[in-house]
């Protein structure tokens, strides 16, 4: 299986950050406790550990964002087959004792996201599989906007297992993909639209999503996407933080 076990924020102002995701979607957050850096741990409010923020690296490209890591047996091993398929490295591989192993790295299409050898075999719950059981404040969509979703298939197909099961016409952007891995349903695959950036927007589920929508905009966020109905009865709404960085929610219309 190779499904997201971690999430991480890099924020320009880590404070701001923290203060508002725990406005917003009722995380908890405490110091990792890595030496020498400032990386805060976010959990769900029944302590479940789902991503971590810290400093954007300074001169990196872009503003804040969202990024996911995915499990690899041998991050070296992986480094050489992303790289040799048109995929860049943007970090070269290191290791955190009792963590684990991993790497920065870019799709060919120039979205980046995380590889990492965990140093244990506990089972993550960073995501947790839509409409499969109680998920606040845990991702359940991952959703990849990609300027050419076929090539963007291929690669997570190549090198993760990903296939496409269904889908749902979007007009001139084309088919939204459903993406699994294995059985499990991971989000989807999407075209550009016009405007936007691609890359990745990771969907946190909330308890009523027109209250976490007015939690937003309190707390100096925005809506790009009003609550909009999906399969099953949830509604979903796209929203940026105070620093820019996009996210989802879903959840149901109390």
């Known amino acids: 299986m190779a499904n ?28 990792s406790g890595i030496a020498g850096i400032d990386y805060r741990i976010v959990a769900t ?13 300074a001169g990196s490209p872009g503003g ?4 996911g890591y995915l499990p690899v047996v041998d991050v070296d091993e992986s480094l050489g087959a992303i790289v040799e398929d048109g995929g860049s490295v943007l970090m070269p591989a290191w290791t955190i004792p009792g963590v684990g192993r ?3 790295v870019r799709d060919p299409l120039g979205a980046p996201f995380y590889i990492m050898a965990p140093g244990d075999d506990r089972p993550s719950r960073a995501f947790v599989e839509h409409g499969t059981g109680p998920a606040t404040g845990h991702v359940v969509w991952n959703e990849r906007i990609a300027s050419d979703p076929e090539r963007a298939l291929a690669f997570f197909g190549r090198h993760f297992g990903w296939t496409q099961r269904g889908g749902m016409p979007m007009g001139e952007l084309g088919e939204y993909r459903f993406l699994f891995d ?13 405007g ?33 109905e999906i399969p099953g009865g949830e509604y979903s709404a796209l929203a940026r933080d105070p620093q820019g960085a996009r996210f989802g929610m879903v ?3 109390r």
Do not use: S
């Not at 508002?20 to 979607?25: D, I, N, P, S």
């Not at 409010?45 to 690296?57: D, K, N, S, W």
């Open 4 to 31: 997201f076990i971690w999430y991480e924020l890099l924020a320009d102002d880590v404070a701001a950050a923290q203060q508002f995701y725990t406005a917003v979607l009722g995380w908890q957050a405490c110091d």
């Open 45 to 57: 409010t029944e302590g479940e550990a789902i991503g971590g923020l810290m400093q954007r690296p």
């Open 64 to 67: 804040p964002v969202w990024m």
């Open 102 to 104: 991993m790497a920065l």
């Open 182 to 194: 294995g059985p499990i349903c991971l989000g989807a695959l999407m075209g550009t639209p016009p």
């Open 196 to 228: 936007e950036t691609p890359g990745w927007r990771f969907h946190v589920a909330v308890d009523d999503i027109d209250a976490a929508v007015a939690r937003v905009r309190a707390a100096g966020g925005r809506i790009d996407q009003e609550p909009g």
């Open 251 to 253: 959840g149901p219309r």
